[in-house]
């Protein structure tokens, strides 16, 4: 039974940057591939970025287009997401999920993951 959870969120102004952690325990880290989802007011929830075990294959969601990069540290098991040139847009709960079927890929879909934190509030300001 894996555990997540999500720090970092916040309240800031367009064209700025957040990062996003999210700290796993009570697991085997390394064995999960590991997402990124947000869900803003009113809509489904989307997949924001996946990485796969060794970090090796990694996948964003169309709208990122370059401004976020996901990444892993397997010593701490710790996943990030950093996120530039934020926009209004981006305003969700930021949701960490772990996978621990995939062996090298990174699925897309939320009901994919067996784990989920309790989300992280992002809201950008125009």
């Known amino acids: 039974q894996v555990q997540l959870v999500e720090s970092g969120g916040g309240l800031l102004q367009a064209g700025n940057s957040l990062r996003l952690s999210c700290a796993a325990s009570?697991?085997?880290?390394?064995?999960?591939?590991m997402g990124w989802f947000r869900q803003a007011p009113g809509k489904e929830r989307e997949f924001v970025s996946g990485?796969?075990?060794?970090?090796?294959?990694?996948y964003y969601g169309d709208f990122v287009k370059g401004r976020f990069t996901i990444s892993r540290d397997n010593s701490k098991d710790m996943v990030y997401l950093q996120m530039n040139s934020l926009k209004p847009e981006d305003t969700a709960v930021y949701y960490c999920?772990?996978?621990?079927?995939?062996?090298?890929?990174?699925?897309?879909?939320?009901?994919?993951?067996?784990?989920w934190g309790q989300g992280t509030q992002v809201t950008v300001s125009s």
């Open positions: 999920a772990a996978d621990p079927d995939s062996a090298f890929d990174v699925p897309k879909r939320e009901t994919e993951y067996d784990y």
């Open positions: 009570g697991g085997t880290f390394i064995t999960h591939a």
């Open positions: 990485i796969s075990r060794t970090g090796r294959t990694i």
